[in-house]
C-alpha cells in the first residue's frame, strides 16, 4: 500500500472501503469453511478432544485461501 495523504478525504474514503471490503471477503470465507468443518459445532470438539486427547482439526489455510 502506498502512503496516503491523511488530508485526502477521497483517497482516505477509498483506502477505507478497500479494507472494509476485504475483510468482509475474509469473513464471508471463514463462514463458507466452518461450514465443511465436521468439527464445527461444540459438543463434536468436546468429544473429540475427550476420546483423543487432542484438539480437533480445523480446515487449512490453503482451503480458506482457495476461495471455498
Given at each position: 500500500?502506498?502512503?496516503?495523504?491523511?488530508?485526502?478525504?477521497?483517497?482516505?474514503?477509498?483506502?477505507?472501503?478497500?479494507?472494509?471490503?476485504?475483510?468482509?471477503?475474509?469473513?464471508?470465507?471463514?463462514?463458507?469453511?466452518?461450514?465443511?468443518?465436521?468439527?464445527?459445532?461444540?459438543?463434536?470438539r468436546?468429544?473429540?478432544?475427550?476420546?483423543?486427547?487432542?484438539?480437533?482439526?480445523?480446515?487449512s489455510?490453503?482451503?480458506?485461501?482457495?476461495?471455498?
Open positions: 500500500m502506498t502512503n496516503v495523504n491523511p488530508r485526502d478525504r477521497t483517497k482516505c474514503q477509498q483506502v477505507y472501503q478497500d479494507v472494509q471490503s476485504e475483510v468482509y471477503r475474509g469473513l464471508q470465507d471463514l463462514l463458507r469453511a466452518r461450514t465443511k468443518d465436521p468439527f464445527r459445532d461444540s459438543f463434536t468436546v468429544v473429540h478432544k475427550y476420546l483423543t486427547g487432542k484438539q480437533a482439526p480445523t480446515f489455510i490453503q482451503e480458506l485461501n482457495s476461495r471455498l
